[in-house]
């Protein structure tokens, strides 16, 4: 499966009225962090809105038992580093999820673990066995100076097949030839 083509070149990376500058490093873990060290739980479902920079999210709050609907433009930075680009939200009704929810769109699921200062990701099928951690920083000083936690075994950050918008068209062969790059073989489902 190739790579997609970014629907509309690359733009400068600046803080402006409604876009804010995203800065996170991504980590490879070889499995799921113990329940006893997370502090939050959410179930997540991204739909990649197909030709398009956008993202609609559907984010399920465990503990409160609250839904979030979020829209979201993502425009990369198309430079290596913690600075992935601009990102914009925009929070939605259901009503209005749902009306967007209906246009073509790459569906990717996994329920994110809060394990300050890291969000964890475990992905559903077909992407299971991959666990992805990514820390998010207010300046390039905070991001250069993170030490990451002992089981993060590959940073992945400038590596764009770890992103949200490659990982949505991506299999499972895929996936575990990059996680066996790295030296990660995921344990089988259980």
């Not at 038992?65 to 601009?86: D, H, M, N, S």
């Not at 939200?89 to 999820?97: G, K, P, Q, V, W």
């Not at 990701?121 to 002992?150: I, K, N, Q, T």
């Not at 918008?165 to 995921?186: C, K, Q, S």
Request: proline share 11%; aromatic share 6%.
């Amino acid at each position: 499966m190739t790579a997609p083509v970014d629907p509309v070149p690359a733009e400068p990376v600046s803080e402006g009225k409604y876009a804010r500058v995203e800065r996170e490093r991504r980590f490879l873990l070889a499995g799921p962090p113990p329940a006893s060290a997370v502090t939050a739980t959410r179930l997540i479902t991204d739909r990649y809105l197909d030709g398009t920079r956008l993202r609609l999210r559907r984010v399920e709050r465990l503990e409160r038992g609250t839904i979030e609907y979020k829209l979201t433009q993502k425009v990369p930075a198309g430079r290596p580093g913690p600075v992935q680009g601009l990102i914009t939200n925009i929070y939605l009704s259901r009503a209005e999820y749902e009306l967007f929810a209906a246009l073509p769109a790459a569906v990717l699921s996994k329920t994110r673990l809060s394990v300050p200062p890291l969000g964890i990701d475990v992905f559903d099928p077909p992407l299971h066995g991959l666990v992805l951690a990514e820390a998010e920083f207010g300046s390039d000083d905070e991001a250069r100076a993170f030490e990451p936690p002992a089981d993060c075994l590959a940073e992945v950050t400038a590596d764009a097949r770890f992103t949200g918008g490659r990982l949505v068209r991506a299999d499972r062969h895929e996936v575990l030839a990059w996680l066996a790059e790295h030296g990660i073989v995921p344990a089988p489902p259980r």
